[in-house]
């Protein structure tokens, strides 16, 4: 039986009782580690204070591991219970239907244990999740590659006066393309994106672009560690929110559309006041 198992975003407490139950009867534990991250990230404390709660010695599973070696993963879990963790829920990431579709190609009975994801835990700044329009996913630029396929996304779903969540990248164990060209794998340091970042690179497409899809006085919500202790939400301008240091990874941004009056007065809780955030 492979056990896919949501951990929910904060810290190691946030499994489920259904979840910690399959945990422990599973003869191998792999974490995945590359999609997202609990609050203190996947450094080996981290990873203790994990296997110390669940009782479990845990394997992370990079993303080499779970894009090129799944098979030996789901071979395992044809003769014994293996559990697969995934930070949030498991389908609030697009990359693990492949892993449950890959499972029932080869036979293997797949469970899943559903928890918080970012893609509800982001209802607490009192935008409804019902008027949202499609999430993109916002990749860091280089001096070589600044894809802009989001614009058009957002343009549509601001066209209906949607609100729209932009997921920042997470950039972990990956190879640097240097070392790609000497035929060498080397990995770059983690990075992860905040809010700014997100924010200078939506307003350099839209300086290119020039189709006011939304411009800096634009009003967007930025959330930082969502499910933490020290969670941040804070609304305002894009300009605004460039300004705000939202601090730790992992930082995540909503564009806002058209709000309904119960919306606007919960956003009023996280707005920064007028003259904040500006030069
Ligand atoms: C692929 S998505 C989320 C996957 C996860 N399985 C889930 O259900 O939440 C990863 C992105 O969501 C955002 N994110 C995830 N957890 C977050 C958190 N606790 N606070 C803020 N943003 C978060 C970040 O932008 C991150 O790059």
């Avoid at 066209?159 to 164990?173: E, M, P, S």
């Avoid at 990995?187 to 924010?199: D, G, L, N, Q, T």
Wanted: charged letters at 25%; glycine letters at 8%; hydrophobic letters at 40%.
């Amino acid at each position: 039986m492979l056990y896919i198992i949501g951990l929910g975003l904060g810290d190691e407490k946030d499994i489920t009782l259904r979840g910690l139950e399959a945990v422990q009867k599973s003869q191998k534990v792999f974490i995945e580690a590359y999609t997202s991250l609990l609050s203190f990230g996947i450094s080996s404390d981290g990873l203790s204070t994990l296997e110390k709660l669940y009782g479990k010695s845990i394997t992370v599973a990079d993303r080499e591991m779970v894009e090129e070696k799944a098979d030996d993963i789901l071979l395992e879990a044809t003769s014994s219970d293996v559990a697969f963790l995934v930070v949030g829920d498991p389908f609030g990431a697009t990359t693990h239907t492949d892993l449950v579709v890959r499972a029932k190609k080869l036979g293997v009975d797949v469970k899943v244990v559903h928890n918080a994801s970012v893609m509800n835990a982001i209802g607490v700044c009192g935008l409804q999740l019902y008027r949202y329009g499609e999430t993109v996913s916002l990749p860091f630029f280089t001096d070589t590659w600044r894809p802009d396929s989001f614009y058009e996304k957002i343009q549509r779903n601001r066209k209906l006066g949607l609100h729209t969540l932009c997921l920042l990248d997470i950039r972990v164990k990956e190879p640097s393309l240097e070392s790609l060209c000497r035929g060498k794998k080397q990995y770059e340091p983690p990075r992860f994106m905040a809010v700014s970042v997100a924010i200078e690179q939506l307003l350099e497409v839209e300086q290119m672009r020039g189709e006011n899809a939304y411009t800096e006085d634009t009003t967007c919500v930025g959330f930082a560690r969502l499910g933490s202790e020290d969670q941040l939400v804070v609304a305002g301008s894009m300009k605004q929110l460039l300004e705000v240091d939202f601090g730790l990874p992992l930082h995540c941004l909503v564009i806002v559309g058209d709000t309904h009056p119960v919306e606007e007065e919960m956003l009023d809780f996280y707005k920064l006041a007028k003259n904040q955030g500006q030069a």
